[in-house]
């Protein structure tokens, strides 16, 4: 005990900041995409089209094909837009918000909610709380939802209207959904409410650094099982070019994209076709993303390795965690009760993590146990200082509520 708070107020001491807070690219891996810049080099033409100019608001066939091409998709049922596919999710949930898909809108009726994996992604939760959607969370299992428990609640609650999927390199816990599981996410519409919606954020559809299960088709399944109508498939090159710089994607039947388009457009005139002609020049197809990946994958899997590697010095039954093969994060989960208490001990010696509780609806864990790790953005120094500091706050925190308790 004596050492490990000795080896703390030394981290203190030292006075670092070190920021695993969110899931963000390094400076490394956005300069392996600045050949975006002045890659037009004055050819404003692409696809026959002056991108300069308003129209195409499904965006340019050649990035539409490039957006297939990402997500698995057929060409024709997906829309190019501007940089965030957060943006596209909101516009769809808004668009069933005030307009509905063939029954009532959601905003006319008593009660509506959508299931949220846990641990999920803070944004998701974040949308649905602030357009008023009650989330009703169930369990992750390592290879998706727990089925039975999302099959038991769609059955009987008509008030449920969609859910969240991540379903590849899910965020936090790096999980890839099985082929059963997608297949029972694409039957969910056919045994619950009409407008069911499924939410497909395929954020991470290309991101491998390690060999990965490959994640079934959710427009093939749907298809075969009719419920094609009922899935949305997001997607962006955020974390593949320039973050925020981007370009997203959605993946939609032609009646879902037609709902989608009738409130979207409304509000929006064109995408930024310029910066979709840059990156369908910079990517070019499939074969060019995936060797863009590897060149990002070859930045970011010293740092997972080097987590993976403080992580198992820990003493065994102390925590347990996620070994990803690719994606942006590490799911830890401590001994409950522990996660606030460790991240104060971090936050004291310099060391900045995600909230406790932002994997989970309304900021709450109820078993205080979880904490994400984002180890991309630091350098592979500051990583190492911060798993120094990770690793001491985990056995402080066990060491203090051992003296409590005595």
């Known amino acids: 005990m004596d050492d490990l708070k000795e080896q703390f107020d030394s981290f203190c001491k030292e006075k670092n900041v070190i920021d695993l807070t969110r899931g963000k690219p390094s400076p490394e891996q956005l300069t392996l995409s600045e050949e975006l810049d002045g890659i037009l080099d004055g050819n404003f033409l692409q696809d026959g089209i002056d991108i300069r100019n308003y129209g195409e608001i499904k965006g340019l066939p050649s990035a539409r094909k490039l957006g297939a091409e990402l997500l698995d998709y057929s060409e024709e049922y997906i829309l190019a837009s501007s940089n965030s596919s957060l943006t596209l999710m909101g516009n769809l949930l808004s668009a069933f918000l005030f307009n509905g898909s063939g029954d009532a809108p959601w905003n006319e009726l008593e009660n509506i909610s959508i299931i949220c994996p846990v641990p999920g992604y803070d944004r998701h939760f974040a949308l649905c709380e602030k357009l008023g959607i009650k989330m009703i969370k169930v369990p992750l299992t390592g290879d998706g939802p727990d089925m039975n428990i999302v099959e038991d609640l769609v059955k009987n609650d008509d008030s449920i209207k969609g859910i969240w999927c991540n379903p590849k390199h899910s965020n936090p816990t790096g999980e890839i959904y099985s082929n059963d599981t997608v297949k029972r996410i694409a039957n969910l519409p056919l045994i619950g409410a009409s407008d069911f919606i499924v939410l497909w954020d395929n954020a991470y559809a290309v991101h ?73 020049r910079f990517l070019k197809d499939r074969k060019g993303i995936e060797a863009h990946m590897k060149k990002l994958a070859d930045v970011i899997r010293p740092k997972f390795e080097l987590v993976d590697k403080y992580l198992n010095s820990l003493p065994k039954g102390l925590a347990s965690w996620t070994k990803p093969t690719g994606g942006y994060f590490i799911s830890f989960d401590s001994k409950p009760g522990q996660a606030s208490k460790i991240f104060d001990l971090c936050k004291t010696a310099g060391l900045n993590l995600t909230p406790i509780g932002s994997a989970f609806p309304y900021r709450r864990d109820q078993e205080d146990s979880n904490i994400r790790i984002a180890p991309t953005y630091v350098s592979i120094e500051d990583l190492e200082k911060a798993m120094q500091i990770f690793v001491c706050c985990v056995k402080l925190a066990d060491e203090e509520e051992k003296n409590l308790v005595s």
């Open 208 to 280: 491998d650094f390690a060999n990965s299960k490959k994640l079934p088709s959710i427009q093939d399944i749907s298809q075969e099982l009719d419920t094609f109508d009922n899935v949305a498939t997001f997607g962006s090159t955020s974390k593949i070019t320039f973050a925020g710089g981007g370009v997203a994607f959605l993946g939609a039947s032609d009646k879902l994209m037609s709902l989608f388009l009738d409130y979207f457009s409304k509000f929006n005139f064109s995408p930024d076709k310029v910066n979709q002609a840059r990156h369908v």
